[in-house]
Nanobody, 127 residues
Framework: QVQLVESGGGTVQAGDSLRLSCAVSGRTFTIYAMGWFRQAPGKEREFVSAISWNGADTYYSDSVKGRFTISRENAKNTVYLQMNSLKPDDTAVYYC????????????????????WGQGTQVTVSS
């Protein structure tokens, strides 16, 4: 059974930075591409960023491109999301997830392609 635990959320001011972490256990981490999604109150879960199993390929939503950076450290079974220049619109619960290992990594923004999810970490950005 795969377990994902996010951490690093909090309450910050607009313009500040946060780094989220997602620790994965229970199965070989390197078989998974990974993604970050977020969900604000009253809104659907939306894609934020994704990274291939070896970190060679990264993808971002237009709303975070240039401000957020995804990375992974396979030796630590951990994926990160560095969030800079935070805006109030970034306020949401952030989730990490493992991409289905048997699927081509071409639908990285589709949450239905992700098999295992963490419990989420709250990020609140005040103006």
């Amino acid at each position: 059974q795969v377990q994902l635990v996010e951490s690093g959320g909090g309450t910050v001011q607009a313009g500040d930075s946060l780094r989220l972490s997602c620790a994965v256990s229970g199965r070989t981490f390197t078989i998974y591409a990974m993604g970050w999604f977020r969900q604000a109150p009253g809104k659907e879960r939306e894609f934020v960023s994704a990274i291939s199993w070896n970190g060679a390929d990264t993808y971002y939503s237009d709303s975070v491109k240039g401000r957020f950076t995804i990375s992974r450290e396979n030796a630590k079974n951990t994926v990160y999301l560095q969030m800079n220049s935070l805006k109030p619109d970034d306020t949401a619960v952030y989730y990490c997830a493992t991409y289905g290992p048997t699927y081509p990594f071409d639908r990285y923004s589709d949450y239905a392609m992700y098999e295992n999810w963490g419990q989420g970490t709250q990020v609140t950005v005040s103006s």
